[in-house]
């Protein structure tokens, strides 16, 4: 009750929180893509829990189709195809989220060093920025991956050598137009030095329209990495990752299923993260992303 004796109607905690969530996400598209991203997170954190059989076993008949023993089937060895493919979430779906997050923070740094400093240091690293963004990006990722030999580790190095520039473009646009704002500029006054200004007064007005950029791109650093893994510049045998796992599947038309479910795995992260990322765009509305 208030002072004035209204009674106030108490809100539940759950109520509280869905009324915290943007409505853009609450929408039904922007729910079902937070529900599908968030379920295969889960099945990242708890897969080896809920696997039935080891995803590097061959023991089971080869070639089998989906039944009630083996919910996807069996791959040619005699491995359980839902056990590959739940562990393979975690080889992709992890890889991706790193090489995002290495991305960002790589192509921020440059960015906002670059439009706060200007002159010769904004030359030089946006030139090489350039240099990176002339080239096509699966083409580049492809000579990087095949340059340092076929392994994971070479595959996300390859994809982060390609994934940063966007960032520090997006970046550096915003840090050009808070250079000259007025708290910027009081900040100095008060004798904040470079590195503080950047740290207390540009990058908390560029972290958030960055996270929504990163939101989108997770989707398609998955899709990356399992197009070079495809390849067979990434995961190699026997890892369990969707991109090999369709890779292998070419050579056995008539087994429909050793290569639907990875891609159908693959297609449901890339829709989801890329839907959540708009709705999450549309709730925060950065203009700044929208190069």
Known sequence: MSDTGTVIPRVSFTRRIWR?????IR???????????????????????IIPYDPLTQDLPRLQPPSAQTWFGTDELGRDLFSRVIAGARVTISLALLLVIASMIIGSLIGIIAG????????????MT?????????????????????????AVLAALIVSWPPYARVVRSMVLSLRGADFVASGRLLGFSPLKSMRLDIL????????VMASLDIGNAALLLSGLSYLG??????TPEWGSMISAAVNHYDSWWLGWFPGLAICTVVISFNFLGDALRDAFDPEEVRV
């Open 204 to 211: 908390p007005n560029v972290g958030g329209p960055t996270l």
């Open 130 to 154: 350039d240099i990176v963004l002339a080239f096509p990006t699966v083409i580049l990722a492809m000579v990087t991956a095949a340059a340092l030999g076929a392994s994971l580790f070479n």
């Open 27 to 49: 929408m039904p598209v922007g729910m079902i893509a937070a529900l599908i991203a968030l379920g295969w997170i889960i099945i990242c954190i708890i897969g080896p829990s």
């Open 116 to 127: 706060f400093f200007g002159r010769w240091v904004d030359e030089v690293l946006m030139r």
């Open 233 to 238: 510049l990434g995961a190699k045998p026997p």
């Open 20 to 24: 915290a969530i943007p409505r853009e």
